[in-house]
């Protein structure tokens, strides 16, 4: 046991490797390590992102579209 929600149990055992059963309310998330890493990646690329994105919009202040202006006519 982990705590008082999550059990582990051990489901089978085949020459050096053993499958592990995990049981956790669906509030807890469970995930081989190389799933976690990834998700890990994946967020702190996308905070990265969604940073680089905002001091992009900091720099440049959005301009106001302008109306057209009209030209004078011109002789040829």
Same mark, same amino acid.
């Given at each position: 046991?982990?705590?008082?929600? +999550?059990?582990?149990?051990?489901?089978?055992? #085949?020459?050096?490797? +053993?499958?592990?059963?995990?049981t956790?309310?669906?509030?807890?998330? +469970?995930?081989? #390590?190389?799933?976690?890493?990834?998700?890990?990646?994946?967020?702190?690329?996308?905070?990265?992102?969604?940073?680089?994105? %905002?001091e %992009?919009?900091?720099?440049?202040?959005?301009?106001?579209?302008?109306?057209?202006? %009209?030209?004078?006519?011109?002789?040829?």
């Amino acid at each position: 046991m982990i705590g008082d929600e +999550v059990e582990i149990t051990i489901v089978d055992v #085949r020459g050096d490797k +053993v499958r592990l059963g995990i049981t956790a309310p669906k509030s807890i998330p +469970v995930h081989r #390590r190389e799933v976690y890493d990834a998700i890990q990646r994946e967020k702190k690329a996308a905070t990265e992102h969604q940073n680089h994105v %905002e001091e %992009e919009g900091k720099e440049e202040p959005q301009k106001e579209p302008q109306e057209p202006v %009209e030209k004078p006519f011109q002789k040829r």
